[in-house]
């Protein structure tokens, strides 16, 4: 990952990473987001297995995961950040279809918000 200040060391991304069990963590008292827990734990996980924090694989992952998922790389790609300029909607569909191909995401799920996003029923 790259950082304001050039890549992330692999220690620096460790802690990064911690953002999904510590999240899970934080829901974990409170009855009213007992439903989010499998959400914010799992976004990041891939379905080939390479994801955190629990490599799981395929329909391991919780579906509504997955599409939080792709939201969030899509949000995070066309959104301006610190260590990255934004992205256009084109680019950040096809780097989704892109992660489709290596097995990290559900090409359905991907093709869908693809659809949304190019109908204009998503922000662009």
């Known amino acids: 990952m790259i950082g304001p200040?050039?890549?992330?060391?692999?220690?620096?991304?460790?802690?990064?990473?911690?953002?999904?069990?510590?999240?899970?963590?934080l829901c974990a008292n409170l009855r009213s987001l007992q439903a989010v827990r499998p959400i914010v734990r799992h976004h990041h996980e891939r379905r080939d297995g390479s994801g955190y924090p629990d490599r799981l694989h395929g329909s391991e992952?919780?579906?509504?995961?997955?599409?939080?998922?792709?939201?969030?790389?899509y949000d995070a790609l066309t959104?301006?950040?610190?260590y990255q300029v934004s992205r256009s909607a084109d680019e950040a569909i096809a780097l989704l279809r892109s992660e489709v191909e290596?097995?990290?995401?559900?090409?359905?799920?991907?093709?869908?918000?693809?659809?949304?996003?190019?109908?204009?029923?998503?922000?662009?």
């Not at 460790?14 to 510590?22: A, G, I, Q, S």
């Not at 992952?61 to 790389?73: G, H, K, N």
Request: no cysteine.
């Open 5 to 25: 200040f050039g890549p992330l060391e692999p220690e620096e991304f460790d802690v990064v990473k911690t953002h999904t069990t510590v999240g899970d963590s």
């Open 61 to 73: 992952i919780p579906l509504l995961a997955q599409i939080i998922s792709v939201v969030d790389v």
């Open 79 to 82: 959104t301006r950040r610190a």
């Open 102 to 124: 290596k097995g990290w995401r559900d090409r359905d799920l991907v093709e869908e918000f693809a659809a949304l996003v190019t109908e204009g029923k998503l922000p662009s």
